[in-house]
């Protein structure tokens, strides 16, 4: 692992740059009004395969040449991209099995990452394209680093070769079929497998525990595939270049969640720096949730500042930013540890299937009011550059990832059980992002309990022993955990526990269940009526409720208003040694989320600021341990509030401010403060 | 055919049984648990092919060995299934041609009853099972019976052997190619076959005639399969062992009407007794109408008493029962006639994807309310037996079924039109039900008309001219006949018939029409205003309206409410000999069809009691001529009425009940009278 | 070109006539009918393929004969179709591979319009079948005319063979394949091309300029399949014999527009007469304006009368026509200068999947209130025809319509952009029907821009600059032109141009723009307040805005009302020359494209009666240069107006009106002045 710093002393602005895609001659206008609005790295190659290599073994470097040499003579830097996520035309001809074979069929060439990257041709093809490229820009002065494919993922490759790897992927998990059988409980519906020889296709399989496997599989494919891009560039690259890869999340429309095909912290391992593609909704839809979230995540893969290699310059066609939402977005990105905002991408494609996908200059060339805001944007980033050195982000409240709870619940889906992972994610982190609690988004693998106070699993469907007796023995040591509905519900492959619900954390908790159903008419009741002002205790119909009971010294929240589930408990709170259990039985709404937070802030020692969203607090560390505090205002109307920290200095205007002050923002503004 | 009192001579309670799937030794557990809830039968081996023949020739039958022997030492009896319906994962990889080719394409391998049951390696393998299995059990004193395959279904096989035998199947219909032209109208967009060697696939067709001749034949396809799978066993069984088969239903999320993909009726007549499976939604959503449905039908399959072989214990994760529901639902069961109520299943699944899908245990084993409710039926099963002894429901009014006329119409929805069979049949059935005028669901090829005072034919959409004929004469011999909609449109090819609509009935309905539309913002209108009060007279705006001309003797009962078709009638009522027809052209909510029962009570012979849902009355007559009367109360509130009957006593409690006295029943409660 | 005159006349009524379909006999006696109903011409033979040649190479003419035998002798005069749009079970059988692949898949056997037109095997077995077909009865006297094929389509077809074929239409509209490289963009995504061996099957692009090419060269494999079978057919024509083509309109469960699978121009140039197929909505969904829609496109094919091969009689199931409809649409028809209606079709389908779409008789042959209304018009025909001679319609506005930017768009729908040019065009078109101000449907190809006063350009998204000049000398030289959003946005290869938007008409509309977004909680608003008192100023929510920069003497008629955009235009006007050019940044409803009209009529030299709908004026000028206009009542209830025109005589009553006199309508009711 590289530090950031040594790369990125200052923030930075960086832009997508296709000199192959743009027929006009623009490279001087464009490095002149770069350099005007303080673009300092472009990344350039990803996706121009066919123009690099317009036939097999033929190579053409023109554009590559004239871009470095250029950049280099205005003293930008250049980030260079493999080129593999999409194939030339001559390869697919040449070898039509590189294709995907998925559930839904063969793939068809045209759309990009439709490919199989286990593909042995496909990965013949790759890594020569790789070595000539890398090889041929390595020496040059401008090439900083290199990002490996783009926003890679499985594509849900599923073909006989994927299948007979996953085959001996099996086998090497388990000693034996029969042991296999037993965990997997394939005698149901007669799936029993008694020879190796017999293993069906995952495709069909209505077995979760198979299911969930071959998905894990997949994600180990994502894995070796990054890593052996790695590989191949460091036999070129020099000591000062870094390798990164733009991550991305799961998509609904915008970024939404946790990648669900991707395995962050085990993709992120061979790289030096970790990149990440963010886009979200905007103008009135813009909250800074997705900023954050992903932010947070990133943050996290390697605990050290990130980069933001793709985000929305005028965006997708509803996404037009209104004035200052562009840099307010710049901001929150540089607030959650971002160390360089880079745009998709400088001009907007004349061609192809995302010419509404606009860049910081629209299809004409003339620089406008986007352009004009990343200037801006630029004042900013020199500003405060000399106070944000070694600014990193500590929070005492974490939300714990669990991959193959993830995949075991979208298998669920296929069933009609539609407990989605990334939604009980949000659940809990909007609430905290709302109420201005700061918080990290850590995987399961790589997470230290004992660093927080607060540590939420939400919806932890599938674990072994190990991993629920480490929360219950942090909780027992002095922790808080909050227990999402279905945690401890079956094991690391997805077999229900035979003990008795929620399973391993059944004690800690203080609640047993055996039963659960779907909300339809119930909804939440709040013992405490006082409290329960502002909440919204519907639950939505289709979602599921667990009918808990609590032991003797455990807490009831909430309970259901219903008629023969009145009984149960939804909502429970337990002491256990040292620390707190929340047990979660329910999907409530947001509201009920933070009054649930609220509680633990009245009774335990756990913090959050009297101001919410839409003001926005994101703080850090810089290297000389002052505190950065950015305010933000996230909404279209002027919003004030009362400063609630230590004497500060507002880093733009250096207006002192003072405890108790009254602050104003304007509409989606922002302040940035310095506490020393 | 059997008696089923001979096996089942008192109500009995089952169980599905899986030691193969559960890892935990459980079995002696269990067989104390079933033992102390009364459970006396359980069903086992269906669906474990792979476990029972791990591999080809290689046979296993220790989970079979070691619960017969628990079981009879227990005395509990056992039902042994063939595992024909899920495929082991050696069979599909020797033979991946046994995957039936629907038009979808061909199944992949994973869920069960996707393979091609007409398919001669899969038949040559079942074959082999089915006489292993029954060869080694056959003999077991815990024996009492085999259940064929399970919910067998034809699965729209489709590939080109079926295909091949169709056409097979269409030579011996015919005489010759040119009748089958002119009968099917193939001559239309130049279908005509003027060759066999020509017939193409029907998959792709646009014919009506040809579609719905095919789906028959896919239903002739399972009665063989079932019939086939009967003549094996019977090679084995002692005289003393019975053949069922566990029957389901339309499935719309629940077993909501008449089973497209198999003529229950055709199907049923191999078998030794009727076995079905029903599902039902439950807590506020229980009314006990598809518990009585499909009794009321298959009670009707061998006009004998019938076994209940699966329903939901905890269910699906949405019909987890209030308190008494449980019970309330048995009790219905047994009311409609069936002898046993089995559930599925004894404790829950630990893995694939049926683990929410709970059985009376849940997967931590331990006997909660549900279990306990098992118990208290047990108890009630107990205390009335001996007054069930030949119980049998005999009802004066009868819905007629038609195989051919549901697979017309739903060839008809291809093409935008949506007359749902199962829709109208309910429309009927569920104002019976309500009413509390028993009603049997009898096949058109079986009914004996004279046999009831009231025949129902919904949407007779497709019959021959005798199966009208027969109605006519029915009528004018003192029947009532109400024909819903489309009745007569068509003949058995469904070919529209060229006669004035309603073609053969015209007459003995008095009423002719030729033409038809959608109702848009048509109303009914109820000429007699004072009774039309309750009624909803709102027609659905997609649904058919046939624009009626009335005879001159015949009575409008209702007539449309719009503009330009006021003039014509809606549905009619005409005396024709003795009896009586009402013609029904349109789709009118239930409380119009209630407004036809009641208008036929008035003038004829025909009674309702004045107690109606959520009351609901069930009786019949056992065989000491005694009338046993069920009343259960499907709703959440107590309710009250007056007992309409002669005077009678309360089976449970022994109190008696006189004529006109007050009843109430508390929630989800029931009571059971004997009048002797 | 044939003059339609030497054909038809006098207005004719038509039907459809399928003497194979019918098993009855009922030849004689359904002469007997149509001669009493008026009925001119039948339409014959198309569909019946599998009858004409039940076997390769073996013919039956019987239906022919005595249809063509039977009419003659009843001076019925008769239509031939080809009947090559469906095709027999033993061409299927013997050339699997006529079946069109298209990206769904290659199709099924069964459904008409299936196959590949460009197939070889399909030509081979179509051109023998027309010729025997033709052929035999060339030369009997009651054929009047051939009618080539049905609706034809080119069905998606997009197998292997014709994508070769596409690549060589490519290798002539590019002089290297650089330069087809470039104009596409093809670089994106590394979907460039660098051999002409590599070109990838067009199916899977994501290339917008890839992808309507190919749909542009589908186009023009419909024409030359049209061509040739004229071409054939005149081989054997007799000179008194024309040939045409029932062209059909986008479907969306009626004839709502320009047909995107036909280039209607280009295909039409080969044949004598136009012939269209119109079904629109009925009840109280009647507007005529389809019918009014499609005859403005007919009539501008050829600039001369059209025929109405196929119109609904009963129609579909829910289009059965209200008293006076059916009259009211034949009318209409004539209105807009058809020579012909006939109807599909004479009597209902007793099988196959059109049972429910009937013709004038029902199933049961017997003639009833729809045939009556066939007599009425008739008896009108009949009055009117010595007035009609020569009748031709002549409209001062016409929207342009352009093939290519339709397709385009509908590319774009693929990545979410839902901009309908269909919807655009009847956004403009219904407004000018509601204010019954006549206007010209004419392709781009064949406008004659300076005959109009207004041109229309709805949504002119991909075209060659020199389209766009001319359109802005129009303007130069005194025209009015209206251009919809998105006009002039990108070139004749879909590459976005790289000038200030809206490209090569900025100037001439004094406008520029360079963002869009989505519409979301934007209005418009209309400066001159009095004025907008009935529009709807809302937009759809998900339609595209232009943020508009007027110059500095251009108008803005409409705004935008919303907090950041209401700086910018929504719609202006600019004088350009001696005219106007109006541009419209958005999708507003009707009421504000109506105020847009209203605005040109104040300031410009256009006219529009002060009766709108429902009462609809339709007009024409006959062969003795005497006006006839027809007035139309589209609703159900009386309509009175104020007579405009000058003094004029009914033609049906002969009874005077006079200037300013009141006029009534009945409901669905017409008239008919002549104004010499």
Chains 1, 2, 3 share one sequence.
């Not at 009971?549 to 208003?561: G, I």
Request: proline share 4%; with cysteine.
């Amino acid at each position: 692992m590289k530090n950031i710093e040594s790369f990125f002393t200052e923030l930075a602005l960086g832009v997508a740059y296709y000199d192959e895609y743009i027929k006009e001659e623009r490279l001087q206008e464009d490095i002149k009004l770069m350099k005007e609005a303080g673009i300092g790295l472009v990344r350039i190659a990803e996706s121009t395969w066919s123009t690099l290599e317009p036939q097999p073994d033929t190579y053409n470097f023109y554009h590559i040449d004239r871009v470095l040499d250029a950049m280099h003579g205005a003293g930008i830097k250049v980030m260079v991209g493999t080129p593999t996520y999409a194939i030339p035309p001559w390869l697919f001809k040449r070898h039509p099995e590189v294709m995907a074979e998925t559930p839904e069929g063969v793939n068809q060439y045209g759309h990009r990452q439709k490919m199989d990257i286990t593909n042995k041709d496909y990965l013949f093809y790759s890594e020569r394209i790789i070595r000539k490229l890398v090889e041929h820009v390595c020496d040059h002065p401008a090439v900083v680093g290199y990002q490996v494919d783009n926003e890679t993922k499985h594509y849900d490759t599923a073909g006989p070769e994927v299948q007979e790897k996953f085959i001996k992927f099996l086998q090497k998990k388990f000693n034996t079929l029969e042991e296999l059988n037993d965990k997997f409980g394939l005698d149901y519906w007669s799936n029993r497998v008694n020879d190796w020889e017999d293993f069906p296709s995952a495709i069909g399989s209505i077995n979760s525990s198979l299911n969930t496997a071959f998905k894990g599989f997949q994600l180990s494919l994502v894995k070796d595939f990054l890593k052996w891009q790695c590989d191949l560039i460091r036999e070129y690259a020099r000591d000062d270049q870094f390798i990164t890869h733009n991550f991305d999340y799961d998509w609904r429309d915008y970024s939404f969640g946790v990648q669900k095909d991707v395995h962050h912290y085990e993709a992120s391992l061979p790289l030096d720096l970790i990149g990440i593609d963010v886009y979200h909704p905007s103008q009135d839809e813009l909250t800074g949730c997705e900023i954050a979230f992903c932010g947070d995540s990133a943050r996290n893969l390697k605990h050290q500042p990130y980069l933001v290699i793709e985000t929305q310059a005028q965006g997708h066609v509803g996404w037009l930013h209104y004035p200052g939402q562009l840099k307010l977005q710049a901001l929150s990105h540089v607030a959650s540890g971002a160390s360089m905002v880079a745009y998709w991408h400088w001009h907007s494609l004349h061609n192809g299937c995302e010419t509404y996908w606009k860049g910081i200059l629209s299809q004409d060339f003339i620089p406008g009011r986007t352009y004009k805001e990343v200037q801006e944007i630029n004042e900013v980033f020199k500003k405060i550059s000399p106070y944000m050195k070694g600014y990193m982000v500590e929070n005492s409240a974490a939300i714990m990832i669990d991959m193959h709870s993830l995949l075991a619940l979208e298998d669920m889906k296929k069933y009609g059980h539609d407990l989605d992972y990334n939604m009980e994610i949000r659940r809990y982190y909007d609430a905290l992002y709302a109420m201005n609690m700061g918080c990290d988004i850590v995987h399961q693998e790589d997470i230290k309990l004992n660093q927080y106070k607060l540590v939420i699993v939400p919806a932890l469907y599938s674990v072994s022993d190990d991993v629920l007796d480490k929360l219950v023995s942090y909780t027992k040591s002095g922790g808080i955990v909050i227990y999402g509905m279905r945690s401890g519900f079956s094991d690391e492959h997805v077999k229900v526990r035979t003990e008795q619900q929620p399973g391993r954390i059944t004690k800690s908790c203080g609640v047993t269940y055996s039963q659960f159903t779907l909300a339809k008419r119930t909804n939440l009741k709040n013992p405490k009526s006082v409290q329960g002002e502002k909440e919204d205790l519907r639950l939505d119909s289709k979602s599921l409720i667990e009918l808990l009971k609590p032991s003797e010294n455990t807490e009831t929240l909430y309970s259901y208003d219903h008629p023969h589930w009145k009984e149960y408990s939804a909502i429970t709170l337990a002491k256990d040694g040292g620390g707190t259990s929340v047990y979660v039985g329910c999907c409530p709404d947001k509201t009920v989320i933070k009054q649930i937070y609220k509680e633990l802030i009245n009774k335990e020692d756990l913090k959050a600021p009297d101001i919410s969203f839409p003001i926005i607090i994101r703080q850090g560390i810089n290297r000389d341990g002052q505190k950065i505090v950015f305010m933000f205002n996230y909404s279209g109307k002027i919003q004030t509030c009362q400063w609630e920290e230590e004497n500060g200095v507002n880093l733009l205007t250096h207006v002192k401010v003072k405890s108790s002050q009254n602050i104003s923002l304007s509409p989606w503004g922002y302040a940035i403060y310095l506490i020393s």
